[in-house]
C-alpha cells in the first residue's frame, strides 16, 4: 500500500528525468534533451508565447552528494520595440551549469527528489533572467520621430532636428560655452 501511494506521489512532466540509475556511480553521465511547454515566462518588457516549447539539451553528471547539470536552454521570444513601438523577438540561448542535491532549497541548489529531478524549475530561471526587459526590434533601431512620431525606420522624417522645449537651459548654455574661447586659446 505505502509503495503504491509513494508512486502515484512521484513527479511528472517533460522536464522531469529519473536519474536513481545514474546516481549508483559517481562521475556517471547522461544526455538529456527535454522540451516542454512552461506557463508565465514573461517579464516588463517580452514574454515567451504562449503553448512555446522550451528545450533544455543538458548533461546530468552524477556527483558526491546530488547531481550537476550543465547545457543549454533555449525558448522563443517576443515583445515590443522599445524605440519603435514595433513587435520584436528572437531566441534565447541560455548556457546553465547547475546542482541538485537531496536537500535543495531551490535558492542555491535545485531539489532531487525520490530519485527524480525536475529541470523545470532551472529552465524557469534561466529563461527569466535572460529575457530582454527593454527589447530592440533591430540593433540599430532608429525609433519614432519625437516630433510628428513617424516611424524613422520604415520612413524618412521630414520635421528637421526635433528639440524639446524642457531642455532649452541646457541648449543655452552649451551654446554659450561653445561661443566662449577657451583656455588653452588664452586672450
Given amino acids: ?5 509513494k508512486q502515484k506521489t512521484k513527479a511528472h512532466g517533460p522536464f522531469v528525468v529519473h536519474v536513481a540509475r ?3 556511480q559517481i562521475g556517471s553521465r547522461w544526455h538529456e534533451l527535454r522540451r516542454g511547454v512552461i506557463v508565465d515566462l514573461a517579464c516588463s518588457g517580452s514574454a515567451v508565447p504562449e503553448r512555446a516549447e522550451v528545450e533544455a539539451d543538458v548533461v546530468l553528471e552524477s556527483v558526491v552528494g546530488g547531481l550537476s547539470v550543465a547545457g543549454t536552454v533555449r525558448a522563443p521570444w517576443t515583445g515590443t520595440c ?9 531566441t534565447l540561448v541560455v548556457p ?3 546542482h541538485f542535491t537531496e536537500d535543495g532549497d531551490g535558492e542555491e541548489t535545485y531539489p532531487l527528489r525520490d530519485g527524480d529531478v525536475d529541470l523545470e ?3 524557469r530561471d534561466a529563461v527569466l533572467l535572460e529575457l530582454p526587459q527593454a527589447p530592440l526590434c533591430q540593433p540599430g533601431c532608429l525609433g519614432l520621430c519625437g516630433g510628428c ?8 522624417c521630414t520635421c528637421g532636428p526635433w528639440r524639446d522645449e524642457r531642455w532649452s537651459a541646457l541648449d543655452l ?8 574661447p577657451s583656455p588653452e586659446e588664452g586672450s
Avoid at 512620431?149 to 524618412?156: D, K, M
Avoid at 548654455?173 to 566662449?180: I, M, N, P, T
Fill in 22 to 24: 545514474l546516481r549508483r
Fill in 1 to 5: 500500500m505505502a509503495q503504491k501511494q
Fill in 149 to 156: 512620431g513617424a516611424n524613422r525606420n520604415l520612413e524618412p
Fill in 121 to 123: 524549475p532551472m529552465v
Fill in 82 to 90: 522599445r524605440r519603435c513601438l514595433e513587435a520584436a523577438g528572437g
Fill in 96 to 98: 546553465v551549469r547547475e
Fill in 173 to 180: 548654455l552649451r551654446e554659450r560655452s561653445e561661443s566662449e
